[in-house]
């Protein structure tokens, strides 16, 4: 557990109704949530808090007539793909990988979409579920699914950025509102693989900001010595409109050598900005097994340059809690993941929204004295 007063799931797989999914009726065969989980967060107009779920849609029985097969959006609709079992590895429960090329290729066992959820002004209670906003593939660049909502309010408008995941890239799509509840689609923003794409909540000299993580198979090592560690990293991006996006030159968060908690790393909430600078709420990946550790840390941020990192904290601000899923201990299938997506400025403490076990949603209240 985290330590802190308030901290509990407060959405999951049985608060799915998948008669009103995106997929339902388009399937011969049956599917159920694997996971719904992590929440991009919002304050809405009424003080409401709004939560942007990822629901990930699987197939009860995947494999059968000697094939795995796998949900993919085609032209409107949703069909099946089937692939002959000698031909995959299904180790992983999320996903299997197929055989035999010369790089990693690989399939999902479940299709994601994402879910509007109002809480209450603390984000304890749901107030409604928005099924008629949900966002869902509509082109073939996101086939495979919609992932990973992370939503900023920036003026008066509301920026969503959403992975998008095909056969023909693995990008990032931008969504906006003028309401922060109905979402229309604006375009592919970045055209790399990258999962964590996190604008931050106000301009910086004029110009939108945003945290990415690019990843690939290769990467450069630091000479011996350094403080760093060679990997995954938090880079940053400047834009004069949100939809066209230029690499920083300086890098942002890197991996400590010194840490093994946090091998990996990648952005976790929109930094808001604080007395202290940009408050950034990160995810620390500890290698262990197929999936790993996930726990979550923070950074503060220079306000003017957030290329300039004045603290972190090396200790793990959220853990996964197993007294939380113990309730729904029959549908775990990771284990040891909090994956923080979401936060909210009430007064004397933040309200976070996380993904916990990459099945539900956790909400923690943290005081602000957390990161004095």
Known sequence: MSGFPVDRLVFGPDDVDLWRSPLAGQLDADTYVLGAFNPGLT???????????????ALRQPIFDGHIHAIRWHEGKFVLDAWPLELVDTSDPRKFLIRGGRWKVMALTSLSWILPVELTPDGLEVVAVHYDKAIAPQGSFQCYGVEDARVSKVGDRWLMTTCSVSPERHSTTLYSSRNGLDFAFEDVVLDHQNKDMLIFEGLIGGKFWAQTRPLGDLYFAYPPGSEWRAGPAINLATSPDALHWKPHREPGIRPHAATIATARMGGGTPPILTDQGWLTLWHGVEPKEIVGIYRTYWSILDRDDPAKVLRTEHRPLLE??????RPIEDKMYVRDVVFTTGIADVGDHYVVASGEADLACRITHIPKSAFA
């Not at 996964?320 to 899923?325: C, E, N």
């Open 43 to 57: 304050r809405l107009p009424n003080g409401n808090l709004a939560i942007f779920v990822r629901v990930a849609e």
């Open 320 to 325: 996964a809690a197993p007294d939380l899923t």
